[in-house]
């Protein structure tokens, strides 16, 4: 835990295609951390979409962003067109170059790979990507949440809330991080468990994986063309 007199900037990654609950969920919490300024930046302040429509928009631009001690960097369909972008990968470099902790969440995790960041380290990411992790030099961990030293990842969409849960207990204590999951009344009981593919049933499990079909080509043969580029 860090000294709780220790003001913290902290600050998430927005962008086109984004997956809301990547962004919002983690807001949840990492907005509530004692002592902390909490942004959204983006490569300007335009609103933009998440994959299903809704509209949301940054609170500074990039450019404009301080030095974060915590930066995070959700995931969505849109993360696909971010991998080989050289503003957004230099922006995520920098900052976590001086962070105390770089965050991912979902497929965010591919973007902290094509930036380097994932070279030797453990991880995870969405389970329908999981398999992409080894292009970036990952060592793929099939978990919730995976601490490696300065970074912490998360794997699909709602791990985010416990992944920036785990980023507020090592901030702030346990005890900081139990007040904002009771404040949030996070206590989750889901009529159904298929919320993993061993879980799942198999006839869902196979609509899943038929609706990601292309988006998971795309990604990777992106994946591989950055391994090709990646000091590996």
Known sequence: MLDPDRHLEIGSL???????IDLTGPFEVLSRIPNATYRIYAR????????????????????????????HVPGGYGQEAL?????????VRRQAA???????????????????????????????????????GAIPVDARVVE???LVTAAGVTAGIDGAL????RLRGDEAAQLIQLTMAYAPEPPFDAGTPDRAPPAVLERARAAAADITARRTETARRIQGRLDL
Not at 53 to 67: C, H, I, K, S
Not at 166 to 169: F, Q
């Open 166 to 169: 785990t980023v507020a207990a």
């Open 148 to 150: 490696d030293g300065a």
């Open 14 to 20: 927005l962008f086109e295609g984004i997956d809301q």
């Open 83 to 91: 991998m080989e972008d050289a503003v957004i990968l230099d922006w």
């Open 98 to 136: 001086g962070a105390l902790c770089v965050f991912s969440v979902c497929t965010g995790a591919l973007i902290c790979g094509a930036a380097g960041l994932l070279k030797g380290r453990r991880a995870t990411t969405h389970w329908n990507s999981h398999h992409l992790l080894h292009h970036f």
């Open 44 to 71: 300007d302040t335009a609103p933009v979409r998440d994959l299903r429509g809704l509209r949301l928009t940054a609170d500074a631009a990039l450019a404009e962003a301080p030095p974060l001690d915590v930066l």
